[in-house]
């Protein structure tokens, strides 16, 4: 796995293979799943990795971010990064190459 | 096989969230540690395509997520790829588990197709003579080339290896196994002894020098691979001293329905005796799991006894598990005697002792000798 401090702000990132990640009706949350577990995410999470398209830069995710939850980007950038961080380092999502 | 907690951070809110659907019983091998019921013959009138989707889609409305397809040797209905499609259509995380045998690159293939996500292969030892005595049947080469198969299609996959007296010393072997076929998880799985396995548990029994053995080549690997492998080591409970946390506590989130339909909070329980569990033929889904009396009887902790009930972490492992519970002492409300709190945990201490009294010579072995159908391995 690549080192997880390694991305930056035009870097790009998709969900891993392994895993499935979706909106739960019944929960009221996007889930992640993966073989023989399940991850719930609060609402901060689930916007951030519905984000994590192949497509969307972290930049803007981060700008999505904070139009949706109406905050300053300079507030929700170093959060993006900071979750971002965690998820690569769980393997729930990898670097688009 | 009687899980030993799942890993999860949500609760199901009172629904069920884990579906096993135990297809049918009938398998190519005859494994001596097979979780499978010992009066198999009993139980073969096995669902219909049409009435597994109902199942498949009654589960999900009540909350059903995450869906495994098992057996016996669940690649024997050819209606597989057929159910698994239909499950992937509804949002379910489709698991297939499965020794290997049946399979082919083209049904792989299909099964790809229909949107399986992710495939548990069962292997009984790095060693193709050993690999024998334990599966009754010779298919060390099948699993290698259907396991490679597997990693070629680009499915994740968990090797499952249950581990006992007779390869409890292959575990480094085991490990390089896993490593060379590129499987993302490796579970050594302590055998469990129910059904199969309780038959054949003095033959199966490892001593606990090697089990601490293999513990420390487990941590080993574990630093070298790094983040390559994950390897579970899960710990046999006849040796914890703590019971394990079976299935999330009884009709918590766990949902097993059994090839004729009757539908049970783990494969095990059909061993409980004097429990009519009702089946999908003649109750609707959601009352037998709400409404039931079988899936009320040991829910929450009301029906505990001491020392459970007054116990500090009775909401850890919900007094671990009622049919080893029932099998051992007699009465499935006592606490699992694997527990050194419970005054039953003697008998797990003296079937240890008589286990490892016993001479262990692989051709007393008990093979599973009902359900088997022969199949071109």
Same mark, same amino acid.
């Given at each position: 796995m690549a080192d997880s401090n390694n991305h930056n702000s035009r870097s790009r990132f998709r969900i891993a293979p392994v895993f499935m990640f979706r909106w739960e009706e019944s929960q009221q949350a996007y889930v992640l799943m993966y073989p023989e577990g399940i991850v719930k995410l609060n609402t901060t999470a689930g916007e951030i990795l519905t984000r994590c398209n192949g497509t969307n830069t972290v930049d803007d995710i981060v700008h999505q971010l904070s139009e949706l939850f109406s905050e300053q980007p300079e507030f929700i950038e170093p959060r993006v990064h900071q979750f971002l961080e965690v998820c690569h380092g769980k393997g729930w999502i990898q670097p688009q190459s | 096989m009687a899980k030993a907690g799942s890993n999860l951070n949500l609760d199901g809110q009172g629904?069920? $969230?884990?579906?096993?659907?135990?297809?049918?019983?009938?398998?190519?091998?005859?494994? @001596?540690?097979?979780?499978?019921?010992?009066?198999?013959?009993?139980? #073969?009138?096995?669902?219909?395509?049409? %009435?597994?989707?109902? $199942?498949?889609?009654?589960?999900?409305?009540?909350?059903?997520? #995450?869906?495994?397809?098992?057996?016996?040797?669940?690649?024997?209905?050819?209606?597989?790829?057929?159910?698994? @499609?239909? @499950?992937?259509?509804?949002?379910?995380?489709?698991?297939?588990?499965?020794?290997?045998?049946?399979?082919?690159?083209?049904?792989?293939? *299909?099964?790809?197709?229909?949107?399986?996500?992710?495939?548990?292969?069962?292997?009984?030892?790095?060693?193709?003579?050993?690999?024998?005595?334990? =599966?009754? $049947?010779?298919?060390? %080469?099948?699993?290698?080339?259907?396991?490679?198969?597997?990693?070629?299609?680009?499915?994740?996959?968990?090797?499952?290896?249950?581990?006992?007296?007779? *390869?409890?010393?292959?575990?480094?072997?085991?490990?390089?196994?896993?490593?060379?076929?590129?499987?993302?998880?490796?579970?050594?799985?302590?055998?469990?002894?129910? *059904?199969?396995?309780?038959?054949?548990?003095?033959?199966?029994?490892?001593?606990?020098? =090697?089990?601490?053995?293999?513990?420390?080549?487990? @941590?080993?690997?574990?630093?070298?691979?790094?983040d390559k492998m994950t390897i579970f080591f899960v710990i046999p409970d006849y040796y914890e001293g703590r019971p394990k946390a079976c299935m999330n506590g009884w009709g918590s989130i766990h949902l097993t329905i059994a090839p004729d339909g009757v539908v049970l909070p783990c494969s095990q329980a059909r061993s409980l005796p004097g429990l009519d569990f009702p089946g999908v033929r003649d109750h609707d889904l959601n009352w037998i799991w709400h409404e039931s009396e079988s899936f *009320?009887?040991?829910?929450?902790?009301?029906?505990?006894?001491?020392?459970?009930?007054?116990c500090s972490e009775r909401e850890l492992d919900f007094g671990g598990c009622r049919c080893q519970a029932m099998l051992l002492t007699g009465d499935a409300a006592n606490a699992d005697p694997a527990c050194s709190k419970s005054p039953h945990h003697h008998i797990v201490q003296e079937a240890v002792t008589r286990a490892l009294a016993t001479k262990q010579d692989h051709k007393k072995l008990i093979a599973r000798d009902v359900g088997w159908v022969p199949t071109k391995v």
């Amino acid at each position: 796995m690549a080192d997880s401090n390694n991305h930056n702000s035009r870097s790009r990132f998709r969900i891993a293979p392994v895993f499935m990640f979706r909106w739960e009706e019944s929960q009221q949350a996007y889930v992640l799943m993966y073989p023989e577990g399940i991850v719930k995410l609060n609402t901060t999470a689930g916007e951030i990795l519905t984000r994590c398209n192949g497509t969307n830069t972290v930049d803007d995710i981060v700008h999505q971010l904070s139009e949706l939850f109406s905050e300053q980007p300079e507030f929700i950038e170093p959060r993006v990064h900071q979750f971002l961080e965690v998820c690569h380092g769980k393997g729930w999502i990898q670097p688009q190459s | 096989m009687a899980k030993a907690g799942s890993n999860l951070n949500l609760d199901g809110q009172g629904n069920p $969230v884990w579906l096993l659907l135990e297809l049918t019983y009938k398998c190519p091998l005859k494994c @001596a540690f097979c979780s499978n019921p010992t009066d198999l013959d009993d139980h #073969q009138d096995e669902l219909t395509t049409a %009435e597994w989707k109902t $199942v498949i889609q009654d589960a999900r409305k009540m909350g059903a997520m #995450q869906i495994g397809f098992s057996g016996g040797e669940p690649t024997l209905r050819k209606d597989l790829e057929e159910l698994v @499609a239909e @499950a992937n259509e509804l949002g379910y995380y489709t698991n297939l588990i499965t020794s290997g045998i049946g399979l082919t690159r083209k049904r792989l293939e *299909n099964l790809k197709k229909a949107g399986l996500r992710h495939i548990q292969l069962g292997f009984q030892s790095s060693d193709p003579q050993t690999a024998h005595w334990l =599966a009754g $049947v010779d298919c060390y %080469e099948k699993k290698v080339n259907m396991a490679r198969e597997i990693k070629a299609l680009g499915f994740p996959m968990v090797l499952n290896m249950p581990i006992s007296s007779l *390869n409890i010393h292959q575990v480094p072997d085991i490990i390089d196994l896993a490593a060379d076929i590129g499987v993302e998880y490796l579970e050594l799985a302590n055998v469990q002894y129910y *059904n199969w396995a309780l038959v054949n548990r003095d033959q199966l029994m490892p001593t606990r020098e =090697a089990l601490e053995t293999a513990e420390a080549q487990v @941590a080993e690997a574990r630093k070298q691979l790094g983040d390559k492998m994950t390897i579970f080591f899960v710990i046999p409970d006849y040796y914890e001293g703590r019971p394990k946390a079976c299935m999330n506590g009884w009709g918590s989130i766990h949902l097993t329905i059994a090839p004729d339909g009757v539908v049970l909070p783990c494969s095990q329980a059909r061993s409980l005796p004097g429990l009519d569990f009702p089946g999908v033929r003649d109750h609707d889904l959601n009352w037998i799991w709400h409404e039931s009396e079988s899936f *009320n009887l040991y829910r929450g902790d009301n029906w505990m006894k001491e020392p459970c009930h007054s116990c500090s972490e009775r909401e850890l492992d919900f007094g671990g598990c009622r049919c080893q519970a029932m099998l051992l002492t007699g009465d499935a409300a006592n606490a699992d005697p694997a527990c050194s709190k419970s005054p039953h945990h003697h008998i797990v201490q003296e079937a240890v002792t008589r286990a490892l009294a016993t001479k262990q010579d692989h051709k007393k072995l008990i093979a599973r000798d009902v359900g088997w159908v022969p199949t071109k391995v």
